[in-house]
């Protein structure tokens, strides 16, 4: 089994930034891809970045050039700095993990975005 842990939400005015964390544990040999998702009030959830463990990255168009995914093996973390932020960013992110092709999913935590 593994095990995810998210951190980092919280409250930020537009134009600003957060990082969140996702602290993997457990039965972590063999995860492939760790990323993030998000779902806004409403709306279904969507995929935000993810980063494989071959260096592979990728982002949703609407947050490309504003944020970046990375991951420290050594720590089995992953990261999403958000740059940037907007009203339309405000959402519940979802860390998650694939692992012998089945997929592991965090908590959630809130992310809003407001003046």
């Known amino acids: 089994q593994v095990q995810l842990v998210e951190s980092g939400g919280g409250l930020v005015q537009p134009g600003g930034s957060l990082r969140l964390s996702c602290a993997a544990s457990?039965?972590?040999?063999?995860?492939?891809?760790m990323g993030w998702y998000r779902q806004a009030p409403g709306k279904d959830r969507e995929l935000v970045a993810y980063?494989?463990?071959?260096?592979?990255?990728n982002y949703a168009d609407s947050v490309k050039g504003r944020f970046t995914t990375s991951r420290d093996n050594a720590k089995n973390t992953v990261y999403l700095q958000m740059n940037s932020l907007k009203s339309e960013d405000t959402a519940v992110y979802y860390c998650?993990?694939?692992?012998?092709?089945?997929?592991?999913w965090g908590q959630g935590t809130l992310v809003t975005v407001s003046s």
């Open positions: 998650y993990a694939n692992r012998a092709g089945l997929r592991v």
């Open positions: 980063t494989t463990n071959v260096g592979t990255t």
């Open positions: 457990g039965s972590i040999a063999q995860i492939y891809a």
